[in-house]
């Protein structure tokens, strides 16, 4: 597998506080993360890049090839742990970016096993065939009302508190977060995005698109995609194909 990523402005706002990272770690594991940043001044896009790069160093740092899965959870865990407490105390610093967190979503794939972690609404999806999966569920205030029978999926697309997210990394001192465990094959692609996509485009153009093309061109697409329809936010895709 290879991993190709892009994040753009879009077509309203005037600044990206979008954010990724991706590597390879020892023994051919990838790794990619996507954080979708928030809070006024330019905070946003600190915390957001703060958190893309800190889980990055961590995991680049501490990484060990035919690590159990166990520790691989602990290891993305205190990854995650490093990006809340580098985004804290940055705004605890500095009155201007108070209150500034972002998103994060982030997988590892060691062969055919993935495991996702991710806090708040920036999602994972995984396409076998021409099935697309969300993995993770978001954290956010319409999620929690599907959960309860209050709101269809259908009718959370237009919610207008679609953007309140429930839980997010850098606003406390701790945060929790979510794992998935799922298989890859050659055949799998991946996607890893904010909400600036996935508000734009519906699961049956984004399975297309993620289908067209060679890989190398599908973030460029997506992202072209989701102008196209109005590019109301920052958006980023970044695909395992
Ligand atoms: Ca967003």
Same mark, same amino acid.
């Given at each position: 597998?290879?991993?190709?990523?892009?994040?753009? &402005?879009?077509? &309203? !706002?005037?600044?990206?506080?979008?954010?990724?990272?991706?590597?390879?770690?020892?023994?051919?594991?990838?790794?990619?993360?996507?954080?979708?940043?928030?809070?006024? *001044?330019?905070?946003?896009?600190? @915390?957001?890049?703060?958190?893309?790069?800190? #889980?990055?160093?961590?995991?680049?740092?501490?990484?060990?090839?035919?690590?159990?899965? =166990?520790?691989?959870?602990?290891?993305?865990?205190?990854?995650?742990? *490093? @990006?809340?407490?580098?985004?804290?105390?940055?705004?605890?610093?500095?009155?201007?970016?108070?209150?500034m967190?972002?998103?994060?979503? @982030?997988?590892? $794939?060691?062969?055919?096993?993935?495991?996702?972690v991710? &806090?708040?609404?920036?999602?994972?999806? !995984?396409?076998?065939?021409? +099935?697309?999966?969300?993995?993770? +569920?978001?954290?956010?205030? &319409?999620?929690?009302?599907?959960?309860?029978?209050?709101?269809?999926?259908?009718?959370?697309?237009?919610?207008?508190?679609?953007?309140?997210?429930?839980?997010? $990394?850098?606003?406390?001192? +701790?945060? !929790?977060?979510?794992?998935?465990? #799922?298989?890859?094959?050659?055949?799998?692609?991946?996607?890893?995005?904010?909400?600036?996509?996935?508000n734009?485009?519906?699961?049956?153009? %984004?399975?297309?698109?993620?289908?067209?093309?060679?890989p190398?061109?599908?973030?460029? =697409?997506l %992202?072209?995609? =989701?102008?196209?329809?109005?590019?109301e936010?920052? $958006?980023?895709?970044? $695909?395992? =194909?």
């Amino acid at each position: 597998m290879e991993i190709y990523g892009l994040t753009d &402005v879009g077509s &309203v !706002r005037s600044e990206n506080q979008d954010a990724f990272a991706t590597g390879r770690l020892a023994d051919d594991v990838l790794y990619a993360v996507v954080c979708d940043g928030m809070g006024g *001044a330019s905070g946003g896009g600190i @915390a957001s890049r703060l958190a893309a790069d800190l #889980f990055a160093e961590r995991m680049e740092k501490q990484y060990r090839p035919g690590m159990p899965e =166990a520790s691989l959870f602990h290891l993305m865990e205190s990854a995650v742990d *490093a @990006a809340n407490v580098g985004i804290f105390d940055k705004a605890a610093e500095n009155p201007d970016l108070a209150g500034m967190g972002t998103t994060l979503v @982030a997988v590892v $794939i060691d062969r055919e096993n993935a495991v996702a972690v991710h &806090v708040g609404d920036s999602r994972l999806y !995984r396409l076998e065939k021409d +099935t697309l999966k969300q993995i993770t +569920t978001d954290h956010s205030v &319409v999620q929690e009302m599907i959960d309860r029978g209050q709101l269809t999926e259908a009718q959370a697309r237009s919610h207008p508190r679609k953007h309140f997210i429930t839980r997010a $990394i850098g606003v406390e001192g +701790t945060v !929790r977060c979510e794992f998935d465990t #799922f298989t890859v094959s050659p055949d799998t692609r991946l996607l890893l995005c904010t909400d600036g996509l996935t508000n734009m485009l519906s699961d049956d153009e %984004i399975v297309s698109l993620l289908q067209n093309g060679s890989p190398e061109t599908v973030p460029g =697409a997506l %992202i072209d995609a =989701a102008n196209t329809a109005g590019g109301e936010d920052n $958006i980023t895709a970044v $695909i395992f =194909a």
